[in-house]
């Protein structure tokens, strides 16, 4: 697991809000810093994806384990 600077919960969260608070909370964050997402909604992967490339932040790991799903985005420099 990639190391990250900041957590975000977003689990019990649906469409769109995991990708809502995301955005929120790379604001807080400087280019090259990294998000760790943690979401229980199944389309919060093609939501990431779509986001990363939408937004030019680097979706760096993404995963899978016991119906959670795990995002790790670095924000742009």
Do not use: H, W
């Not at 990250?4 to 810093?33: H, S, V, Y």
């Amino acid at each position: 697991m990639a190391n990250f600077d900041k957590e975000l919960d977003a689990r019990g969260l649906n469409c769109p809000l995991p990708i809502l608070r995301t955005k929120k909370a790379l604001n807080d964050l400087t280019g090259g810093q990294t998000l760790r997402v943690v979401a229980t909604d199944p389309g919060a992967i093609k939501d990431f994806q779509a986001f990363a490339k939408q937004t030019g932040n680097e979706l760096v790991e993404s995963g899978e384990a016991n119906g959670e799903f795990t995002f790790v985005l670095r924000k742009k420099a």
